[in-house]
């Protein structure tokens, strides 16, 4: 009912105020999200939005550092030089 949608809610809150690791299970209620909680999951929908937005445009910004990063030739190793004398 109301606590577990309120609980849920929570710990997505404290998930994105915290930037969290928010890699654990979580499942859909069986219950329909009670009216009066509607305005404060609108708001953290919007919250997780902008997140996945952030997070997208850091990911754009990694790519184009690591395809930049490709392009540096790789550092050269010492290899030994023999030089052949005549004795």
Same mark, same amino acid.
């Given at each position: 009912?109301?606590?577990?949608?309120?609980?849920?809610?929570?710990?997505?809150?404290?998930?994105?105020?915290?930037?969290?690791? /928010?890699?654990?299970?979580?499942?859909?209620?069986?219950?329909?999200?009670?009216?009066?909680?509607?305005? !404060? /999951?609108? $708001?953290?929908?919007?919250?997780?939005?902008? !997140?996945?937005?952030?997070?997208?445009?850091?990911?754009?910004?990694?790519?184009?550092?690591?395809? /930049?990063?490709?392009?540096?030739?790789?550092? !050269?190793?010492? $290899? /030994?030089?023999?030089?052949? !004398?005549?004795?």
């Amino acid at each position: 009912g109301d606590a577990a949608w309120a609980a849920l809610l929570d710990r997505f809150e404290h998930d994105l105020d915290t930037d969290a690791d /928010a890699a654990g299970d979580w499942h859909p209620l069986g219950t329909p999200l009670p009216p009066h909680l509607v305005e !404060r /999951a609108r $708001t953290l929908v919007a919250r997780q939005m902008e !997140r996945m937005s952030l997070l997208h445009a850091e990911l754009v910004d990694t790519r184009a550092h690591l395809a /930049a990063l490709d392009l540096v030739p790789p550092a !050269r190793t010492i $290899t /030994a030089a023999y030089v052949e !004398r005549d004795a």
